[in-house]
């Protein structure tokens, strides 16, 4: 499944799609189960009148939600970017939709020209539960020390081998290394928000990620403990993967990340 | 039924109460229906063993939330306000949360001593819909003048007879005059938020409010309409109603609002 171009007659076409993942078995698609990737073909083909396959950015596991997936198709249809756009929504169900459609060159990959991917996790950390985020929310009753996952966050932040933090080291092709850019926390009234983004993720890495730093702001654990997992590069029971519900594929980047940035907080 | 204190050996209780009312058949009971009082009361006698009659500050209709909902009950139960909140929502559908109980003077009246009320009402003003709101905001995808919307609030605001805009002025027992303390619209991106409080609000004032002004912001009436419409003091099918899933009650007040305190925006 390498590169390659739209083939003659075709158009490729980049889509960023928003989904509310509840009800769906994630981004790929699986004998008898209804996905993103099913809802995107079957749309697209209603609308177009042919198949196209589509390519993700990633995929994205069973209840976790997009705020901005970007996907590439190839098409035979005539239709421009905004009609194309108003025609796949009429056939999409209403938790999928595309928010912008757009032609770019003809060889833009979703996935390979990906140069890196901001990730949040939402979490209502009040010992009553909020009605309304109870699909979009992990809901955590006990107090978390914000300021102890910060620290924690801080030690796991830039360059190091995530291979505690991955659900199946075996399913990562290759190095388990990445580059955290950014793993902040932080705190509006019962909502904590973390916000992760690398040059690429590891399987579950944000989930295991927010399971460990829920652990750190409990007192279960603490912030050095990111040390001795980071060095331990195996996966360990004491980081818990934090549930699908309260994680956000939230912006994917395509070209050059300013090498001036520097890692965030 | 008029005010009452707890009977001897009862204790008075005062709740605030949020749902998420997209399944509910609104506040009140009724025969066969799942209703906020419905799941309430029946919460409410598992957590304490007694039955309990349930009274809100005002009722909300089928598919309404509210963000702070108040209701008082009288029980026999010796625990304190903590203890009944974790008891009760442990019995409660996660779709409705008691987020406060405190124990008031024992004439205390949700409905009777109420001062005012906010309610807050979302659109989600946009060509595409989004995914994550669309049980709790009214999907608009034409554009809104916003900067007309507030030019016909500003004329609705103040003291006036608002017999047009209530759905069936039979069922408001007595005046059909209000003081609508605040009308106000704002935009954030693609979201609108029309606040209205006021002393007391007519049965679907609100949403006949906001369906006017959705009219204003789509250029089909203007804003000096408001006059005309206030000056009918009949129901007009220039009013239509808005669609019950973008209403929140927000708060309720209890004692003397500020007299100091000016019609806001």
Redesign the interface.
Known sequence: MGRDAAPPGFTRFRADV???GTGLAGFQLQPGKTTVQLRLEVAIQAATGGFSRVHPSGRTDSGV?ARAQVIHFDSATRMAPPQL??AV?AHLP??????RVARPRTEFHARFDASGKEYRYFIWND??????T?T?QWFVPWALDVAAMRRAAALLRGEHDFASFTANARRDVGSTVRHLRRLSVTREGPEITITASADGFLYKMVRSLVGFLERVGAGKLTPNDARLLLDARERNRQVPTAPAQGLFLWKVWYGAISSARADEE
């Not at 209403?94 to 928010?99: G, N």
């Not at 010992?127 to 309304?132: G, I, K, L």
């Open positions: 928003a989904y509310d939600h756009l108003r929504n209403p938790e999928i939709r595309l928010t010992p009553v539960q909020d009605p309304f109870r979009t």
